[in-house]
T-cell receptor
């Protein structure tokens, strides 16, 4: 799986949009971009994923550049509860009915402050 | 979604002993994984738990130290053998749900082990 590069930490004011960048310049054509977050003392939580089109769900939006070498996770209105470590993960399709394992990097510590 | 129950949620163990962690899922799953998270670190994959056969271990992890069983689709155990203080970590079970086809993995809350 391709490696990803994320800033180690970011700050955001409550109510503002949080934009978390991720570089994955070695991504291959069949690899997806996944985002997870881990709130303190909890297991990681899935946020969103995409292949090449931008995606949006109730939690966030994912913007993937046209060359697919980078992406941005957007939390449109950050709250204090969004303070967490955010992981950007590139992952291929393992084939069959499974997408296979996730390999976590160091992630970005997002701190949302009042 | 899926409810993943891990037991124990935490434990304090003596050096040289072994502890078995259980993972029970309330849904049919295709894949089960075991991760370790050392203090202040990211998650590291230990192995893929295969139903009815030996687990597939990642580099740096061996069966003698981390034996894994998966007798059916919804249950797995991870044993941490002959523990030392360096094994003090959170151990997390993760699953991919059958039929969901998004690649999303669900995680348990983890089992926090402290080895004295």
């Amino acid at each position: 799986d391709a490696k990803t590069t994320q800033p180690p930490s970011m700050d955001c004011a409550e109510g503002r949009a949080a934009n978390l960048p991720c570089n994955h310049s070695t991504i291959s054509g069949n690899e997806y971009v996944y985002w997870y977050r881990q709130i303190h003392s909890q297991g990681p939580q899935y946020i969103i994923h995409g292949l090449k089109n931008n995606e949006t769900n109730e939690m966030a939006s994912l913007i993937i550049t046209e060359d697919r070498k980078s992406s941005t996770l957007i939390l449109p209105h950050a709250t204090l509860r969004d303070t967490a470590v955010y992981y950007c993960i590139v992952r291929g399709n393992a084939g069959g009915t499974s997408y296979g394992k996730l390999t976590f990097g160091q992630g970005t510590i997002l701190t949302v402050h009042p | 979604s899926a409810v993943i129950s891990q037991k124990p949620s935490r434990d304090i163990c003596q050096r040289g002993t072994s502890l078995t962690i259980q993972c029970q899922v309330d849904s049919q799953v295709t894949m089960m994984f075991w991760y370790r998270q050392q203090p202040g670190q990211s998650l590291t994959l230990i192995a893929t738990a295969n139903q009815g056969s030996e687990a597939t271990y990642e580099s740096g992890f061996v069966i003698d130290k981390f034996p894994i069983s998966r007798p059916n689709l919804t249950f797995s155990t991870l044993t941490v053998s002959n523990m030392s203080p360096e094994d003090s970590s959170i151990y997390l079970c993760s699953v991919e749900i059958a039929g969901k086809n998004t690649g999303e993995l669900f995680f348990g809350e983890g089992s926090r082990l402290t080895v004295l």
